[in-house]
């Protein structure tokens, strides 16, 4: 799992077959989250949100049924982590997993964006260097994000 995404909800996926994306929408459980400081709304894909699981529940006009309306339906998934279970009974969905239509056949959904969004915290202005912070983001004192005295040098903080 080194170096790959979890999915959560609100993952971007899309169809071989099909012509736009849509949004993956975690509806087996309320319980375990990733990448949401508040724990409220990035609930982890699991191998249990089978069915129709997504937003819009269509990847567009289907190529596979002759550019008709798709009907996007989860029967299973591949790839996920295989050591980790969750309270669903679900394994860990990653960023590189597959689904299985019954029309488009295994492997045909793909994930586009694991839906995890990268959100500083005080750590984050503890472990960066405060010159570089400084450089980047000069309206902000990084004195004031973290609780110990920071010191750069050739800048004056008044």
């Known amino acids: 799992m080194a170096g790959k995404h979890l999915v959560v909800d609100g993952a971007m996926c899309m169809c ?23 724990g409220a709304a990035k609930y982890i894909a699991s191998t249990k949100d089978i069915g129709s699981t997504f937003q819009k529940n269509s990847f567009g006009s289907c190529a596979k049924q002759k550019n008709n309306p798709c009907t996007a339906v989860v029967t299973e998934w591949k790839g996920f982590y295989e050591h980790t279970l969750l309270t669903n009974g679900g394994k860990i969905i990653l960023e590189d997993s597959t689904a299985t239509c019954p029309i488009g056949g295994s492997g045909c959904i793909k994930i586009i964006k694991h839906g995890q969004t990268a959100e500083p915290g005080s750590q984050n202005f503890k472990n960066a ?30």
């Open 16 to 38: 071989n077959f099909g012509t736009s994306p849509d949004n993956l929408k975690v509806k087996t459980h309320q319980q375990e989250y990733a990448n949401d400081k508040d």
């Open 129 to 158: 260097e405060p010159k570089v912070s400084k450089t980047l983001n000069p309206a902000v004192d990084p004195r004031e994000l973290t609780e110990e005295p920071v010191s750069i040098e050739g800048i004056i903080f008044e």
